[in-house]
């Protein structure tokens, strides 16, 4: 190793270092506090706890067997994390390297507003997790994993003081199962994701016009008519609702209602307002069927459905939906027209108020509390349902100014394909909510990443929920001041990188995805496809549904560059944190230079690579327009940022012309359903060029 | 899309059906015929089979549950492979894509030599498989699987005429699970990729000096006291029997003994010849502990256990081990050499042959047919026994000329690290056996891959199996004239992707291991430690052992490069063949030039980039070595090749200074226990600088 070495890499270590640099809540500097989401309370201690094969944990305080459980998936995780073999699984407390007391068991059904505190102490000698229940145990056993680093001498965990405690009690995942069909084991191990970041409510949407995914046995044509033979058993979900308990994760089941219910009217078309027949739906949006709020026999249905469902499901809240109904089927129905007048009811808000109250007393009468969407918010409605926000903040606050509890998903639909960032900016406490008062704020209790599943398929959708959910966690969690953009870009990737060892394939979908788009190709075409994979992302909101030649279908394959590449391209963004910092810094970093033209040049060779994959593979051919938009628009790139190093002169026209074209480009790759995310920082050098040069050049 | 870039893509798209002509066995061009094994006879047609959502199989002949199952999963594997959304999950045969026709039920446990073949039609209008029992149709389906491929318009198969079926009746593969446990679920998706390059035997080495891994109830102190708690349940081993039986597979079970038995001794002390007590072994070789073969009680014991066995395996082979006994314990026990003084018995040979004759016979008695390693083909023993070759090729053929039934694992140890090219030149029928008559050669029934588990475990298992154990399937299955290396390593590694979407981790399991390593490292820390990963490989043969500074055990973590890196690699392979076709044209190609120096820059960054995270990783530390080695070998390299192009003379002791310097590094490399695949390649530049210039400058 040479010397001209040695300093090279010191002073990239050190840059290591930085970039570890964390704060916590209260603004206190916490290096090497790589945990999301951030506890409430940190004191960084000296030393830290070696993790070999020696390492034992031991349970103390009350016995439960979910914490018998919680123990081997403990060693199994750390197994998985280090590599290392331990030879002892158990162990008794005085010899524990770390020694969990657990004071109380938890509720037999896990409630809203539980205790989930715990403290822990690491030190060079040992480390102690405390919590009062064992709900508290479970979270604190999952910062204890995150603590878990490779050193200079093997594996260790800082010496640390936490205190630590949610700050909301409602803290979400939803997965539509409707769309498209999840398998068991693809939830099961997004609820070991769930619990590694702390979340704690699985709100399963389990019925929409795609797909009725619940099997009942008092009607079971619901499942036998409106499912495509895709449904959970019941079985299955008691497995299920026991995983999610082992994880401190209660389950919330979604029967949305009076719309979105196509699939019910299957097999039950005497439910819907409509003559029928009815046949499942393959697109996605709002629908006319809806049921019919003014026969007796939909309540009698509804009563035996949800009483069965009541008993499935343990939870106390039961979600029935409420959300986008048309009301053409109403309108359009003699009887029903007939109905509302006879009952006084003036429009179609007014009809689904009434058939909104009828289901909530059904709920009520088997013992659950009702949820739902924020249409369901009308006057006069009991104080006991919780609305859960999704057509806008201002719903939030509005509920909880009237008394109502209230969630919030607005701002955290992860299907749309924000950054972490937009997400991370998102607080149930933000807005309108801010101006509320104590008592008003305490009904806001937390909130839920919604994860729509009209383009996800077993297959990509981890990537589209991790590690983005991680940082939605984190705001749940973690103290409202909890802000720092930088910090949370660095852990919510590391994190990432510890959520795949929980065998969620957010990051290793991508490959194979990309490999069976290219076929048997050269490597050097595969590769070049999949470097455009991970610097394109999919156009945002609903912007895929205007760019398709054809309407979308739950039977088109997701096996395009569009399904493949990631909501949010980690590649494209410490590109742009670099142009940024390159752009800004008034005499121009000569290294910083290099490796951005260095990878410019590599995006801009992309596409010669992959038009010939686009002759022996029509999924390529799809992904052509992004690809030759990309490298084109990189070459623009490379371009400015030689006229920049060389510190030329540009005239305003070359400027103006570029501009336009890399717009251009970026409407050029809508075509393939794509955007170019480096586009802005492609026009900043752009912008940049003939306004100085680098160091070099103005010496 | 310029048209320069459009003339690059012709030429390109050229290259690639150039690669994709691969020979048949009867040397044939058989453009396309991307399958592994080859069929032992294909007439290509005219035209493909368009494979979209509407594709559908049936299946007619006989009825058997298993392929139902088979069916399903051919759907689900097709799915996978292609992202299609098929609708209709089964449909009768006048409107199927796929008519799959069986004549007869195989046997109710399968056989050795049950007829496995199958005819394959597919035009462009349909296709038809059909097979005389539902073991050829399990081969059949897996054809058409592979020959399903994305195309200009879509997926497709090739229009083609199959008669296929195999070369030897015994295609096996072993898993030892007893120096490190392998879980049920890795075991089961190698069963899949088994059954997708048509083995038909899954030999299950159960116990050895570190572990007993079967659950038995008549002495369940084995499992109790010899497992360290990781065994099989019987269930579980029903469960695994099952599965593979779905496959098309056979069960084989090994209990190895009289030696590589120690951890029978731990719950069963009496059993052995020396006076314990044991311990499981930690470490691996040939150790002393050993049956006690004058003791009436051990085969009383062994009786016992034999029975149960043979009831809760199936097949009619039990293999019995008999390998590497060192007569320690014989020596050193009174008791014994009183024994083989009062029998008559004049050596250990003679001692292990006594007590293997009576093990067979308790074999036999419990209706099964033994099978052991080669030490147990001793003068008399029954020719019912089958020898199992693995200390040389040579026992094989005397096996076969003594009248006994052999098959051949030596050669094919794939824990060796081999490149697949030399265990592809390996053939049952190659060597000493290539003389036998045919009467003899019919008594060799095939080979068996052999998977020791010393430095393998859940996380690189697939790794040291795929997908180098395609190659040896085809050894064993398709005709002995199949022997194009080029057309092998082409198709093995369109196997290696197609591999992956059975669940097999042998290319994903890569990433995260470098990940662990380099921590949370930048990312150009990280690919550079990746890029490393991919060109280096473990030392051979059994060098690990010797090279390392303290002697290995099985708790050792199996977390660094060495664990990471694949047994051969791609990338160097595909190097060294760019370097074999640059230095032996005579006009040097500045393209081929210009690839060449651009991956010889990219490795010779490498070390620059590892060197920092030595300093945050003790993980790094142990490849730093090798690093370092490759980085500067590159550069060497580097000249050599710049000197080619520049057409400039090379003193004789430069070059021999480079060479020494190249071999010096290789040693190097080995402190990381680590080789240079790349050294021969890096060579050949050496050894070509200075001999005359690239065509420029010869010009």
């Known amino acids: 190793m040479s010397h001209a070495l040695q300093k090279n890499s010191i002073a990239l270590f050190s840059l290591t270092l930085l970039l570890m640099v964390a704060t916590t809540a209260d603004g206190q500097s916490t290096t090497d ?108 056993l999952q910062t204890f994993l995150q603590l878990v680093a490779i050193t200079p001498n093997g594996f260790a965990a800082p010496a640390i003081s936490i205190q630590d405690q949610p700050r909301f ?103 819907a307002s409509g003559s029928g ?111 859960h926000s999704w057509r806008g903040a201002d719903s939030l606050s509005a509920a909880a100014k009237q008394g109502y509890r209230s969630i919030l998903s607005n701002g955290y639909y992860i299907d749309l394909g924000w950054s972490a960032a937009r997400h991370y900016a998102v607080d149930p406490m933000g807005g309108s909510a801010a101006n509320l008062v104590p008592e008003e704020k305490e009904r806001i209790l937390g909130g839920e990443a919604t994860m729509w599943s009209e383009y996800v398929n077993w297959e990509n959708i981890d990537s589209r929920i991790w590690p983005r959910t991680a940082v939605i966690a984190e705001r749940y969690w973690s103290p409202q001041s909890t802000t720092d953009v930088a910090s949370m870009y660095f852990r919510m990737e590391a994190e990432g990188s510890r959520l795949e060892w929980l065998g969620l394939t957010h990051r290793t979908y991508q490959r194979p995805m990309v490999e069976r788009m290219a076929g048997d190709a050269p490597a050097a075409q595969v590769n070049a496809l999949l470097w455009l994979a991970r610097v394109l992302e999919p156009v945002k909101d609903y912007n895929r549904e205007s760019l398709q030649n054809e ?59 992959v038009q010939p994959l686009a002759h022996t593979s029509s999924l390529v051919q799809d992904a052509v327009p992004a690809s030759s938009a990309f490298s084109q628009a990189s070459e623009i790139a490379l371009t400015a940022l030689d006229r920049i190093n060389q510190g030329l002169p540009v005239p305003e026209a070359l400027k103006k012309q570029q501009t336009d074209a890399l717009a251009a480009f970026e409407t050029q790759a809508h075509k393939s359903q794509l955007t170019l995310p480096t586009l802005a920082a492609f026009q900043k050098l752009v912008d940049a060029s003939g306004t100085g040069g680098a160091c070099t050049a103005s010496k």
């Open 277 to 387: 027949p009815y046949q499942l739906e393959r697109k996605w949006g709002v629908f006319d069927p809806a049921m019919d709020p003014t026969n007796e026999k939909t309540y009698k249905f509804l009563n035996e459905f949800l009483g069965e469902m009541a008993k499935l499901f343990p939870d106390q809240y039961l979600h029935i939906g409420g959300d986008e109904v048309n009301g053409k089927e109403w309108d359009s129905n003699p009887k029903i027209q007939a109905f509302m007048k006879s009952h006084d009811i003036k429009n179609n808000e007014g009809l689904q108020a009434y058939f909104s109250q009828h289901v909530q007393e059904i709920v009520v009468k088997h013992g659950k509390t009702p949820i739902g969407w924020d249409e369901i918010l009308v006057p006069g409605v009991s104080k006991n349902i919780v609305i």
């Open 33 to 140: 506090l790589n945990v999301m989401p951030l506890p409430s309370k940190v004191q960084m201690g000296s030393g830290s706890l070696k993790i070999d094969g020696a390492f034992t944990v031991a349970f103390t305080g009350v016995k439960e067997v979910r914490l018998d459980r919680a123990g081997l998936r403990f060693m199994d995780t750390l197994h998985h994390r280090t590599g290392l073999v331990f030879v002892h699984r158990a162990t008794d407390p005085s010899h524990a390297t770390l020694v969990v007391t657990t004071d109380h068991e938890s509720k037999p059904v896990q409630e809203v507003g539980e205790d989930e505190s715990y403290s822990l102490e690491v030190s060079s000698s040992g480390a102690k997790l405390h919590a009062t229940t064992s709900l508290g145990t479970l979270r604190g």
């Open 169 to 271: 009690p409602w803290r979400g995942l939803m997965i539509d199962v409707a769309r498209h069909f999840i398998p068991l084991d693809v939830l099961k191990r997004n609820l070991d994701g769930m619990e590694a970041v702390k979340l704690n409510v699985f709100h399963w949407h389990l019925s929409d016009n795609e797909g009725f995914r619940v099997e009942s046995k008092k009607s079971p044509k619901l499942q036998e008519e409106g499912s495509d033979g895709l449904f959970y058993t019941q079985e299955e979900i008691r497995e299920l609702i026991v995983y999610a308990r082992d994880r401190g994760i209660r389950v919330v089941p979604e029967f949305d209602m009076p719309g979105h219910s196509t699939a019910w009217f299957v097999g039950y078309p005497e439910l």
């Open 551 to 609: 309407e979308p279908t739950s039977l088109n394959p997701l096996n395009r560059m569009v399904d493949a590449v990631h909501p949010e391209s980690e590649v494209s963004r410490q590109f742009s944190v670099s142009v940024d910092q390159f752009v800004t810094s008034s005499c121009k970093d000569s290294a910083k230079a290099a490796a951005l033209r260095s990878q410019l040049l590599q995006w801009a060779a992309i596409d010669a690579q």
